[in-house]
C-alpha cells in the first residue's frame, strides 16, 4: 500500500512512529455539535487534537490524543522564520452505516512525504500515520456530519520547532492533525465559476516547489486572488511562461475538454513536471475517466496553452473546463477572462458541463461508501 521511504530519509528515523504506542485522554468538556446548516469550512473544530513530537536525537515520541488546545512554542521556532511548513488536506465521511471512511488516504500520505523530504523534515512511516489518523476519526467519529457533501475535514501538518534563528536542518519537528466538521463546498448549489488568467503573478515555477503542499506557496497566491474577485471573478487561472501554459486554478488542479478533428473528445490537464499539484483528487479523475468515459474520450496529461483554449472556444470545439481539488471536488468554469477579453466555456448541463457532473457522482459515490473502486475507500475501524 505504500512505498519504502527513500535511502535519503532514513537517517532521519531513530525510532519510528509507531500507532500502538497512542495514549488518548478524552476531554471532560466536550463541543455542542452544530447543526449541518451553521458549518462553515474551517471555522469550527472537534475536541481533540494528535499530536507527535520528533527529536533528532531520540526520533518520533508517544503519539497522543488530548483535548483540544494552543501550541505552546518558542518565538524563534523556525517555521515562524524560514516556514518550515507543510499540510495535508482530507476528509472523512459517514456512510450508510453510521461508520467513518477515508478516501485514498495512502495518497495523501505519500504526498506529504514528499512534502517533508523537500524542506528537510523529518520522515515518518506513512502507514503509521494513516492508523493515527484513523484511531483520531474513531475519537471524533460523532462530529462527523451526515448527508451526502457533509463531512470532517482534517488537517494534518507538520512544522520545524527548533528554538534558533539560524537557517538550518530543523531537529526539533512535530506533527498534528486537528479536524473541522464542513458542508457542501457550495451553499448556494453547484455554481460554475469565472476565472481571471494572469500573466502578472506565477504561482510555480520549474524547479521550487509548487508541487509540494506547503505553507509557503499559499500565501503569495492571496493577493492576486483577492484583486481577482475585485473583478468579479472567483479565482485565478495561473499561466506559466511567454507560452501562456495554462497550469493551475486558484489552489486547484485544472482541466478542459476539447472536441478534437478526429471526432474524439479530449479531458486534458498539465502534467506532472514539478509545477503542478500531485492532487488525489486529480489522480482519482484521471483514472475514472480512463476506465469510465469510453472509447470516445481521450485522457490527457500535456502541456497545453490559454491561447489553446481560445481558440477552440472562438471555433466551438471546447467543450467544458473544471477545477478540482479536495474541498470541492469539481468547480465547474463558464469564463475566463484573459487580456480583457472574456473567453466562454460551455456548461452543457446548466451550470456544469457533462464530465464534471459525472466526476462528482463518481467520486462521491466512493467516498460514502455508496461504491467501490480499487479499495479507494477505507473503513477508519479498519486501520
Not at 462530529?143 to 534558533?164: D, V
Not at 526539533?172 to 451553499?187: E, N, Q, R, T
Request: glycine residues 8%; neutral net charge; aromatic residues 10%.
Amino acid at each position: 500500500m505504500f512505498k519504502k521511504l527513500a535511502f535519503t530519509q532514513r537517517r532521519f528515523l531513530n525510532m519510528s512512529l509507531d500507532s500502538s504506542k497512542l495514549v488518548i485522554n478524552k476531554t471532560t468538556t466536550p463541543k455542542t455539535k452544530l447543526p449541518n446548516d451553521e458549518l462553515v469550512f474551517g471555522k469550527s473544530f472537534t475536541d481533540h487534537i494528535l499530536e507527535v513530537e520528533w527529536t533528532a536525537q531520540e526520533g518520533w515520541g508517544t503519539p497522543k490524543i488530548s483535548p483540544y488546545h494552543n501550541l505552546s512554542l518558542d518565538p524563534s521556532a523556525v517555521v515562524f522564520h524560514y516556514s518550515f511548513e507543510l499540510f495535508e488536506g482530507l476528509k472523512a465521511y459517514k456512510d450508510d452505516n453510521g461508520d467513518a471512511r477515508l478516501f485514498r488516504i495512502n495518497k495523501n500520505m505519500e504526498r506529504m512525504s514528499k512534502s517533508a523530504n523537500a524542506i528537510d523534515l523529518p520522515a515518518f512511516d506513512k502507514e503509521e500515520l494513516a492508523k493515527l489518523i484513523g484511531k483520531y476519526v474513531e475519537v471524533e467519529k460523532d462530529f462527523i456530519p451526515k448527508g451526502n457533501g457533509y463531512s470532517l475535514y482534517l488537517r494534518p501538518t507538520m512544522i520545524g520547532t527548533t528554538p534558533s534563528l539560524g537557517v538550518a536542518t530543523p531537529d526539533k519537528a512535530l506533527i498534528f492533525v486537528i479536524a473541522s466538521p464542513v458542508g457542501p463546498y457550495y451553499k448556494t448549489g453547484f455554481k460554475a465559476v469565472s476565472l481571471q488568467a494572469t500573466e502578472d503573478h506565477v504561482r510555480a515555477w520549474p524547479g521550487g516547489s509548487g508541487d509540494k503542499k506547503l505553507g509557503a506557496n499559499y500565501a503569495p497566491t492571496i493577493k492576486p486572488q483577492r484583486l481577482a474577485a475585485e473583478k468579479g471573478h472567483q479565482q485565478i487561472l495561473w499561466l506559466f511562461g511567454e507560452e501562456g501554459y495554462v497550469t493551475e486554478v486558484g489552489t486547484m488542479n485544472v482541466f478542459f475538454a476539447f472536441q478534437k478533428p478526429n471526432g474524439k473528445k479530449e479531458l486534458v490537464t498539465a502534467p506532472l513536471d514539478g509545477t503542478i499539484l500531485e492532487g488525489i483528487t486529480r489522480d482519482s479523475i484521471l483514472e475514472l475517466c480512463r476506465e469510465k468515459l469510453g472509447d470516445e474520450w481521450e485522457v490527457s496529461e500535456r502541456n497545453y496553452t490559454i491561447h489553446d483554449v481560445k481558440k477552440a472556444a472562438d471555433e466551438g470545439t471546447l467543450i467544458e473546463a473544471f477545477g478540482s481539488g479536495t474541498a470541492a471536488i469539481v468547480s465547474p468554469v463558464n469564463n475566463i477572462e484573459f487580456r480583457g477579453e472574456n473567453i466562454k466555456v460551455p456548461t452543457s448541463e446548466g451550470e456544469t458541463g457533462e464530465v464534471t457532473k459525472k466526476v462528482l457522482q463518481w467520486i462521491n459515490e466512493i467516498q460514502y461508501g455508496k461504491s467501490q473502486f480499487k479499495n479507494w475507500s477505507t473503513l477508519t475501524k479498519d486501520l
